[in-house]
């Protein structure tokens, strides 16, 4: 039976009837007291990151999680659509399944799905994005030189604050998993 020794980041485990994933952990043995296991979970359902502490040689249950490679290629009214890389069968993908990362998905992008079995566990996107900004109030001349920012439209229709001096046209490379600019990347 597999137990806290088992633990590496990226397990999937189960823990209250949920997939969760190890981010990190640290065997704790503190002098005289009982030694545990003190991990970072992250839920591959909602996403949501919790600490959580385990009793040293505690039984836990081990997901098989299969990774695989999906190109994204629509949205439409049954929800997201992916390709299978390998076989080139489609699959339609709830949003509550994507998380806030949907708002980037542009077309061809490449993300891994996560299946234990047939069901889909979690979709991890690709940390960065790069989009065109297609709209946004002009920049003035100086506005390099202030740290504010405005909100602008990308392609995929999400809107991101960027700084002052991004205009119409200009390609910024966004944070999936934030939601946040990261630079202006240079054509």
């Given amino acids: 039976m597999p137990s806290t020794s088992d633990f590496r980041p990226g397990l999937v485990i189960k823990y209250n009837n949920e997939p969760w ?18 991990t970072k979970l992250k839920n591959l359902k909602s996403g949501k990151v919790i600490e959580n502490r385990f009793r040293a040689g505690e039984a836990i249950d081990i997901i098989r999680i299969e ?9 439409d009214a049954t929800g997201y659509v992916f390709m299978d890389q390998e076989n080139y069968e489609q699959m339609s993908v709830q949003k509550e399944q994507i998380g806030d990362g949907a708002d980037f998905l542009k077309d ?5 799905i996560l299946m234990n079995g047939n069901e889909i566990t979690g979709v991890e996107l690709p940390i960065t994005v790069e989009l065109a900004v297609v709209e946004t109030v002009p920049g003035v001349k100086g506005d390099s030189a202030n740290p504010g920012t405005k909100p602008a439209k ?3 229709g999400a809107m991101v604050n960027v700084p002052l001096f991004i205009n119409e046209g200009d390609l910024v490379k966004i944070d999936t998993r934030t939601g946040d600019y990261i630079e202006r990347v240079k054509a």
Wanted: net charge positive.
């Fill in 21 to 38: 994933t190890i981010i990190e952990f640290q065997h704790v043995n503190p002098g005289n007291w009982r030694a545990f296991v003190r």
């Fill in 67 to 75: 990774r695989r490679q999906f190109q994204y290629l629509y949205h």
């Fill in 108 to 112: 061809g992008i490449v993300v891994d």
């Fill in 154 to 156: 990308v392609e995929t």
